[in-house]
């Protein structure tokens, strides 16, 4: 398996999550993951990996954006353009790559840069288990950089985990340093901090590239049904259940203040992983966006 190619990057590593109330549930699982420049998707195809193609891993342009088959980098380009981001350098998509064809994503992130290669702006591609998709694009305050100290916040909109309801705030930090590739967020209600999930990923090289493959072939196609798992779990744990659709809620003030986002962008969540996943542990430990952490772990 090539992985060489500048513009393509085979990532590796796990999500991490944690509900505390109204009952403890947590889990970790091992994930496989690629990073793409999509201005340079045409560079992409090799015997391995295809875009609009079969390959044993892949990408398909109708999955994201737009959802047409339309070039996804003058659609990405668009949207920063009318929220007034000066991210005009590269753009990189990180997401779970089809395999064999198939793939379910919960959430796709866009990292899109300045001509000076610093982040300005996070596109958040998020997904539930009942057909729905909404699309989320955050900056920090008046567009500035975005490191590992910037804590993005932004309002929970989307209906992600029947085990949530529509309401309350995100908070998430973005952590790249050389290879790895990490978000961090917290979920908080009226009632504090529920929901804690991290997806730490690192670059993977040969010769490495397809023995990681090969020992985790279902990494990728098994989202779906590791969501489905946990939901039995917190079921059993009696956690409330709201369905399809969840119940309307009484306006109230936000529990946290709002630090961020661009103007002409959604205030909407980023719903990483939603609140199902695979096999129940305990005492996982999962990093909070507001407090330190490292992200090679």
Request: aromatic share 10%; charged share 20%.
């Amino acid at each position: 398996m090539n992985t060489r190619n500048a513009s393509l990057r085979l990532l590796v590593g796990c999500v991490a999550h944690e509900r505390l109330r109204p009952a403890h549930h947590a889990f970790r699982y091992s994930l496989l993951q690629v990073a793409c420049n999509v201005d340079r998707f045409e560079t992409l195809p090799s015997v391995w990996f295809g875009v609009d193609r079969w390959r044993p891993l892949g990408v398909a342009t109708r999955d994201y954006g737009p959802c047409d088959g339309s070039p996804l980098a003058p659609w990405m380009r668009a949207r920063l353009a009318e929220a007034g981001i000066p991210a005009d350098g590269e753009i990189w998509l990180q997401t779970i790559p089809r395999v064999c064809g198939y793939a379910f994503n919960p959430v796709s992130f866009w990292y899109c840069h300045d001509r000076e290669g610093r982040l300005r702006a996070l596109y958040a591609d998020v997904r539930n288990t009942f057909g729905g998709r909404h699309g989320y694009l955050l900056s920090a305050p008046g567009h500035a950089p975005i490191d590992g100290t910037t804590i993005l916040t932004c309002r929970k909109t989307f209906h992600v985990s029947p085990f949530c309801v529509v309401d309350g705030e995100y908070l998430f930090r973005v952590m790249r340093d050389r290879e790895r590739w990490s978000v961090a967020i917290d979920y908080r209600d009226a009632d504090g901090l529920l929901l804690r999930t991290t997806i730490a990923m690192r670059e993977l090289h040969e010769p490495h590239a397809w023995w990681r493959f090969a020992r985790h072939p279902f990494d990728a196609v098994g989202t779906l049904w590791r969501i489905h798992w946990q939901a039995f779990g917190l079921a059993r744990k009696r956690v409330p259940f709201h369905g399809r659709t969840p119940p309307p809620l009484v306006p109230r003030a936000p529990s946290v203040p709002h630090a961020a986002g661009a103007p002409g962008a959604s205030h909407a969540p980023l719903a990483a992983v939603p609140d199902d996943g695979t096999h129940d542990t305990r005492g996982v430990d999962t990093p909070s966006p507001t407090t330190p952490y490292d992200a090679r772990s």
